[in-house]
């Protein structure tokens, strides 16, 4: 799902004269990844161990446990792309990327966004029907809707994987898309709509849902007891970590990647502005991967059951203080 580069197209040829500045990816990225790897895969493991032993009980439990997967492979296909960067290893490695690892990482990615919008849909639905009586509030759907995502994303990722069939050289594995044939390019293309259209419905849904939410929560925050007001407005802000996950990490790579696509497939682009544009997209993709850290957060902030089985504060509870002061709309919005 890498964005489509400028030999994809008719006349990309003609932009050849442009060398791409890659310094800062083979030099920085390389290292903040291998930071990020040590952190998301210890946080990850740790969020794993945790979810072991919390039973699927609720739809909220079920989506945030396939969004740990989702982290879990978003992690594991980090190495493979710092050494391809850092230009460690044989010339193969970045052949593996190309084919396999790349498409995975960004098909999990994917997963996750769909997951975060689900979660925040999740969170809404808690508003109007807190006791679930809609069959979409019930564990058995949200193991069917998340089996179906994880189907439908690996059934659009498998034609990358398969059309990447040109012989793989050190000069062809440069550019990922040398590795793909007519058909390959074309459904690769295909492909990058299609991320577009997901992230897009997510993005505009995702704001329909935090309007109603932020509404809930004001009027909820306005009927508190002023000597309660410090505590509840604090358990109440804890409902929009969703969101400013979903916005902080992904938002800012689609918004650098609409420029950039069209500075790849545009022949007269300034080179210096194609170099500028992938630095952006570069960086912006690394905020979109420190959502294998983010998602920690909403794990602790909203799961009850989560932060109740951490080993450091395990035998902890919730002063039932803080919560009898909340309406029971908004303790079934944060706390599941």
């Not at 391809?84 to 690892?101: E, K, M, N, T, Y």
């Amino acid at each position: 799902m890498e964005t489509m580069n400028a030999t994809m197209l008719k006349g990309s040829n003609e932009s050849e004269w442009c060398t791409r500045d890659t310094r800062v990816a083979h030099l920085v990225f390389p290292a903040v990844y291998t930071a990020l790897f040590l952190m998301g895969i210890l946080l990850n493991v740790l969020a794993l161990w945790v979810f072991i032993h919390i039973p699927s009980s609720s739809t909220f439990i079920v989506y945030l446990k396939n969004t740990l997967v989702a982290d879990l492979i978003m992690t594991l296909m980090l190495p493979f792309k710092i050494l391809s960067d850092a230009h460690l290893g044989p010339w193969q490695i970045r052949a593996f990327v190309c084919r396999f690892s790349a498409i995975i990482f960004y098909q999990t990615m994917y997963v996750g966004i769909i997951l975060l919008g689900l979660i925040a849909f999740d969170r809404f639905l808690k508003i109007f029907r807190p006791f679930g009586k809609f069959f979409v509030q019930k564990p058995v759907f949200a193991k069917m809707v998340s089996s179906f995502i994880w189907f439908l994303l690996f059934f659009i990722s498998l034609p990358n994987i398969i059309l990447s069939n040109n012989e793989a050289t050190p000069s062809s594995v440069k550019k990922c898309s040398s590795l793909k044939g007519p058909l390959g390019l074309k459904w690769h293309q295909v492909v990058n709509y299609i991320s577009q259209f997901i992230f897009w419905t997510v993005f505009i849904l995702m704001l329909l849902f935090y309007v109603v939410i932020a509404k809930k929560v004001y009027n909820s925050y306005q009927k508190s007891k002023s000597k309660h007001r410090r505590n509840n407005k604090n358990l109440e802000g804890k409902v929009f970590v969703v969101v400013a996950v979903f916005f902080v990490c992904f938002a800012p790579y689609h918004f650098v990647r609409i420029p950039y696509t069209q500075s790849q497939t545009n022949t007269k682009t300034d080179c210096r502005l194609q170099n500028q544009l992938y630095v952006a997209k570069e960086t912006t993709l690394f905020m979109a991967t420190t959502n294998i850290c983010m998602d920690p957060l909403i794990y602790i902030f909203l799961c009850k059951k989560f932060t109740e089985r951490l080993p450091c504060i395990k035998g902890k509870k919730v002063t039932a203080s803080s919560q009898q002061n909340h309406s029971n709309q908004t303790d079934n919005l944060t706390l599941s």
